[in-house]
């Protein structure tokens, strides 16, 4: 209650925005070393798990001022695209830190939100169902089987691509099935599949999917 009185959803939904804003303004300066390196895991935990106590809370009202920021847009419009790239001298690296030297932290942080919007959509119907729209409008599956198709071969870009899809089936939520299938991505996943059988084992869920078809 005091959370919510206190605006809390609406103050997450923006900090968490200028977060990421500022990943980018570093990234784009290089001076992530300086900056981020000490913090980034600690805050990328923090923000990942105060999303997830927002989605868990019985406290309607923290979601649906989260909704009133401009974060769940955003995640569509800008982070779940943003491919950018921590450039981090291997020496000056904490072990902490290394898991995300070849990562793209926009795009991954983007893809945990969706992953815990759709895995907690019972409880925050309200924040999956703005998820939906936002993944509709700006053409989720389409941008990333559009990347897929341009591909040479399934490098660490392209691996990310396949992982939104195994989250999305993995939800198993008809109406995005739907769109997967109407789009055609059986036949897009397949065909990666068949020249590079090592995505097999590595999505064994994808394997499930074309396997139906």
Do not use: W
């Not at 020496?91 to 795009?107: G, N, Q, V």
């Not at 020249?195 to 590595?202: A, I, T, V, Y």
């Amino acid at each position: 209650m005091l959370l919510a009185e206190a605006n809390f959803g609406f103050a997450f939904g923006e900090q968490l925005l200028l977060d990421l804003d500022f990943i980018r303004h570093c990234i784009d300066n290089c001076v992530e070393s300086l900056v981020l390196m000490d913090s980034y895991v600690k805050k990328n935990e923090i923000r990942l798990n105060t999303f997830e106590y927002i989605m868990r809370s019985s406290e309607d009202t923290l979601k649906d001022q989260l909704i009133k920021s401009n974060f769940c847009e955003r995640v569509f419009e800008d982070y779940v695209q943003d491919f950018r790239e921590f450039n981090i001298q291997f020496s000056k690296i904490d072990l902490e830190f290394l898991a995300f030297r070849r990562s793209y932290p926009l795009r991954l942080e983007a893809i945990s939100l969706i992953n815990t919007s759709l895995m907690l959509r019972q409880q925050a119907p309200q924040i999956y169902n703005e998820f939906l729209m936002y993944s509709r409008r700006h053409q989720l599956v389409k941008q990333e089987l559009n990347r897929l198709m341009e591909c040479v071969a399934v490098n660490s870009k392209e691996a990310t691509s396949l992982l939104i899809f195994a989250i999305l089936l993995e939800s198993n939520e008809s109406d995005l099935l739907y769109v997967m299938v109407q789009e055609g991505a059986h036949r897009v996943i397949r065909e990666l599949m068949q020249e590079q059988p090592s995505l097999n084992k590595r999505f064994p869920v994808l394997r499930q999917f074309i396997n139906k078809f």
